[in-house]
């Protein structure tokens, strides 16, 4: 029995459907069940601001596949989880962590990742790090692109070029370490196939879908100005600003061989990202 934390998101739908692709045993831990009603998935109350939900939660449980939601918390929820995953037994911790989470110095968010690897680390429970790059859906979950109209992406990614990866991708290799095997101690970097930068991205979604997306690159001061009126906590402007200077710099535009190492494959391009988002596949 599997249990997978942030079902409801990005990545853990993704792992979902790949676990239910494979027929699988799995429950999905939720805070908000009632979201996956119809989806034919076992669920139980899961929150990681209420520790007393993990024991009940991790009952016949025999690996985790662990993500955590942004948050400066990040390192105490992991610790919280692996001090019930011992005493339940569990054999198996797949983390969703991020890349460069092994950069010295490195960046915050990544150094966030970092110290809740180690707590698992330190644990003695085996464990798989997934460490993805930028996902081709923060186009639309974060950077402001409208599916539904012509847009205006302002990003203080200038003209630098990422690795996108296509949260299936990553959905699909948690799905595949959680019920395969050799994966322990092992962890992955999970990148697209091809570096391209935020207009290019922007040219193909616009293509696929119809609209007219238009890139904006625009100082970093503008983009924290921004964050700041809306009120976002200075920890996160300056995480997020982190990784945006990652890209701007040219820091996050080599692929990695996770995804094909994993799943024998090639990872999808953000061509075939953005044809099947148009066609309502994801
Ligand atoms: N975006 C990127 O490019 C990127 C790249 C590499 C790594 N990452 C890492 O990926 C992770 C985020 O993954 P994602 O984008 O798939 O997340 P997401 O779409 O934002 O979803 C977050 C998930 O966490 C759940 N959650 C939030 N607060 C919770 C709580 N108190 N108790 C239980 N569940 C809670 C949410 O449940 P509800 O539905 O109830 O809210 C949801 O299922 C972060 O660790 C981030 O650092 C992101």
New binding site residues.
Partial sequence: MILV????????SSTVKALQAKGARFKVG???PD?LKGQGVETVL????KPETFGPALQGVEKVFL????SDK?TQYTQALVDAAKKAGVKHIVK?S?MGADAEPGIS?GRL?RSSEKAIKDSGIAWTMLR????ME?FFNFYGADPKKDSTVYTTHGNGKAVWVDGRDVGEVAAAVLTGKGHEGKAYELTGPEALDSAEALTILGEALGRKYTHVPVPEEAGRKAMKDQHMPDWIVDGLSELAALIRNGWAATPATGVKDVLGRPPRTFKEYAKDYAAGKI
């Avoid at 934390?5 to 853990?12: F, W």
């Fill in positions: 934390t942030g079902g409801t998101g990005t990545i853990g939720a805070r908000s979201k899961f929150d990681w601001d993500l955590t939601p942004v990040q969703l991020v968010l990742h993805p790059t930028y996902f923060n």
